[in-house]
Nanobody, 125 residues
Framework: VQLVESGGGLVQTGGSLRLSCAASRFTSIVPSGADHGIAWFRQAPGKARERVSCLSMRDGVTYYADSVMGRFIISSDSTRSTVFLQMDSLKPEDTAPYYC??????????????WGQGTQVTVSS
């Protein structure tokens, strides 16, 4: 079971990026009817880790941090094996490595067990 991020890069303020998180085999380990969530986190140097957005893979419910509300959209492909984070109107304060993580089970009890390697997003002013 792996999470592999891609899509980071360098953009100017106001630009856009689309991150992808390939979440292979999660659907095969989640019990029938149970939920699992995929989230995007970021942690800029000297700052606390922030959960940017997450998606219920069973119900499609989404969550966004206030800092990205209205600018970022989380979604998945039709097979629910890849989760995307469309990031628009990027700001320098969005600069950070971005990680996707998975939480298994209803209520997403922990995000600690499954993480990707991260992809760097840099927004120049």
């Amino acid at each position: 079971v792996q999470l592999v991020e891609s899509g980071g890069g360098l953009v100017q303020t106001g630009g856009s990026l689309r991150l992808s998180c390939a979440a292979s085999r999660f659907t095969s380990i989640v019990p029938s009817g149970a939920d699992h969530g995929i989230a995007w986190f970021r942690q800029a140097p000297g700052k606390a880790r922030e959960r940017v957005s997450c998606l219920s893979m069973r119900d499609g419910v989404t969550y966004y941090a206030d800092s990205v509300m209205g600018r970022f959209i989380i979604s998945s492909d039709s097979t629910r094996s890849t989760v995307f984070l469309q990031m628009d109107s990027l700001k320098p304060e969005d600069t950070a490595p971005y990680y996707c993580a998975a939480a298994l089970g209803n209520g997403w009890p922990t995000w600690d067990d499954y993480w990707g390697q991260g992809t760097q997003v840099t927004v120049s002013s």
